[in-house]
């Protein structure tokens, strides 16, 4: 079992940044694909970024140049760090965990999610 806790979501405007942190308890993270996710209001869970254990990463199109996901091994946490905020990122934001290998861009091959933190980017 994994558990996941994300933290960092807050209120912004429109240009700002901020960074989401998830931690991991469990299993041995480090041989863990994570990956953020996020759902609007109306709108299906959508694919943001993932980091393979095998170290490579990729990003959605919306979130590219803009974002970077990055994992410490050592504390056990996955972070996301968010530039350029648009008032279209505004939505919960998910971080996931999958003993499988490589880039998964698809929510059903996670096992592990954690409960969310709301990011809001006010233009």
């Known amino acids: 079992q994994v558990q996941l806790v994300e933290s960092g979501g807050a209120l912004v405007q429109a240009g700002g940044s901020l960074r989401l942190s998830c931690a991991a308890s469990?299993?041995?993270?480090?041989?863990?694909?994570m990956a953020w996710f996020r759902q609007a209001p109306g709108t299906e869970r959508e694919f943001v970024a993932a980091?393979?254990?095998?170290?490579?990463?990729d990003y959605a199109d919306s979130v590219k140049g803009r974002f970077t996901i990055s994992r410490d091994n050592a504390k056990n946490t996955l972070y996301l760090q968010m530039n350029s905020l648009k008032p279209e990122d505004t939505a919960v934001y998910y971080c996931?965990?999958?003993?499988?290998?490589?880039?998964?861009?698809?929510?059903?091959?996670?096992?592990?999610w954690g409960q969310g933190t709301q990011v809001t980017v006010s233009s």
């Open positions: 996931a965990a999958s003993a499988r290998v490589g880039i998964l861009p698809h929510t059903e091959l996670y096992a592990y």
């Open positions: 469990g299993r041995t993270f480090s041989r863990y694909t």
């Open positions: 980091d393979s254990w095998i170290d490579t990463t």
